[in-house]
């Protein structure tokens, strides 16, 4: 079974770009998560979704981000204009609910350079 | 809220030698506890996790965890360490439900020398 896929691998866009970055769960998992790494502040949480709906988006940093899921394969987050802060890795994650399981895989990330 | 220290940024030790990896947790109650390993350019990759049940808790790659409530600790463990198991390890800790995102610490890089 495929893991999580991601893509691209690595992005490098100039100030002021729109920048998408794609991801796709593992097969029957229900939630699904974006997680950003810094030397800075470590691995954050920016948002998280359930059934394709969000549920918790309090830890994405401000109105240039935004996150979309349309089906239970595929989502995006997108960064609308983009600065060199936002210079980071950026990981989707994915897990199923139910049991007492809540393991979540991560895909291999990706790297976005923000000039 | 949920929070997790790894109190050592980085470790050396040498091929052959024990390791142990520290965290501490807090949390209101009881927590899922996660370890994971991170190669240089690579993906999380997950280690162990812990639910409840029996504390010592064994997992891939000859690692072992111990959750010891009265310290709030989640240590990793390896008896004999190999030169591929240089990385970046990170402990997490979750909720049972509720907010299910991963709070992480900040990281231990482990570096072996041969």
């Known amino acids: 079974d495929a893991g999580v896929i991601q893509s691209p691998r690595h992005e490098v866009t100039e100030m002021g770009q729109e920048v998408t970055l794609r991801c796709k769960p593992i097969s029957g998992h229900d939630y699904l998560f974006w997680y950003r790494q810094t030397m800075m502040r470590g691995l954050e949480l920016l948002i998280y979704?359930?059934?394709?709906?969000?549920?918790?988006d309090s830890g994405m940093p401000e109105d240039r981000f935004s996150a979309k899921m349309p089906n239970a394969s595929f989502s995006t987050l997108k960064i609308q204009p983009s600065e060199p802060r936002d210079s980071a890795v950026y990981f989707c994650?994915?897990?199923?609910?139910?049991?007492?399981?809540?393991?979540?895989?991560f895909g291999p990330g990706t790297r976005l350079t923000v000039l | 809220a949920q929070s997790v220290t790894q109190p050592d940024i980085h470790i050396t030790v040498s091929e052959g030698a024990s390791l142990e990896l520290r965290c501490n947790y807090s949390?209101?109650?009881?927590?899922?506890l996660f370890w994971y390993v991170q190669s240089p350019g690579q993906g999380l990759q997950l280690l162990l996790k812990y639910f409840s049940g029996d504390t010592l808790v064994q997992g891939i790659k000859g690692f072992e965890a111990e959750f010891k409530r009265s310290q709030s600790s989640f240590n990793l463990r390896k008896p004999s360490v190999h030169w591929s198991d240089a990385a970046e390890y990170f402990c997490a800790v979750g909720a049972a439900a509720g907010r299910r995102a991963l709070t992480f610490g900040s990281g231990t890089r482990l570096q072996v020398q041969p």
């Open positions: 994650a994915s897990s199923r609910s139910g049991g007492r399981t809540d393991t979540q895989y």
């Open positions: 949390y209101g109650a009881t927590p899922y």
């Open positions: 979704f359930n059934n394709n709906v969000p549920i918790d």
